[in-house]
């Protein structure tokens, strides 16, 4: 008798966080989801491989490219595949990464400096339109090009990403005793 099946269980009804009436601004909770990226294994583990998997060895690039490319060193002595693949894996753990671009006189991108994406707010209008960065502990806000922003898995009409973590809180709580 499968009539009283599926009673139990229950999903409560979740929307987005899109922008409000008078714009909205949205600092993406880094210093929680880093907690559980140093603290649980699995999922530093799991993050570590998406990372390793989405850049593999090398970036393949045309010469004009690759030129390019080799000019990006983010805070010191990166490869511009070790500055990407630390953007994608600080997006994948939560939600979002930064990084400023620099670029020369002629407006041309000479670097990607990671930025702290706990001190990083991301500044909409009323449409939803993202229109700046704003640091913490710095006068001006960053203007739309001036900032590589990657948001893992957004969804709608939000305009941070959702943390690769958050969909494995509870039960990693559980397989950890924290509940």
Same mark, same amino acid.
């Given at each position: 008798d499968f009539s009283n099946q599926g009673t139990e269980f229950s999903v409560s009804y979740q929307d987005t966080d899109g922008t409000e009436v008078n714009g909205t601004a949205y600092i993406p909770n880094f210093k929680k989801w880093h907690g559980y990226y140093r603290q649980i294994p699995e999922f530093r583990a799991v993050i570590n491989k998406f990372a390793s998997w989405t850049f593999g060895r090398a970036i $393949?690039?045309?010469?004009?490219?690759?030129? &390019?490319?080799?000019?990006?060193?983010?805070?010191? $002595?990166?490869?511009?595949?070790?500055?990407? &693949?630390?953007?994608?894996?600080?997006?994948?753990?939560?939600?979002?990464s930064f990084a400023h671009e620099i670029k020369d006189s002629q407006g041309r991108l000479t670097n990607l400096k990671p930025l702290n994406t706990g001190k990083i707010a991301i500044i909409a209008n009323s449409e939803g339109i993202i229109i700046g960065y704003e640091q913490e502990g710095r006068a001006e806000v960053y203007n739309v090009d001036e900032i590589f922003h990657l948001s893992y898995e957004r969804i709608a009409d939000e305009i941070h990403g959702i943390p690769f973590p958050e969909a494995l809180e509870e039960l990693t709580k559980i397989a950890n005793n924290y509940l």
């Open positions: $393949k690039a045309d010469k004009k490219n690759e030129e &390019k490319l080799k000019k990006l060193r983010g805070s010191g $002595k990166d490869t511009p595949r070790s500055v990407l &693949k630390n953007a994608w894996r600080v997006a994948m753990i939560c939600g979002d």
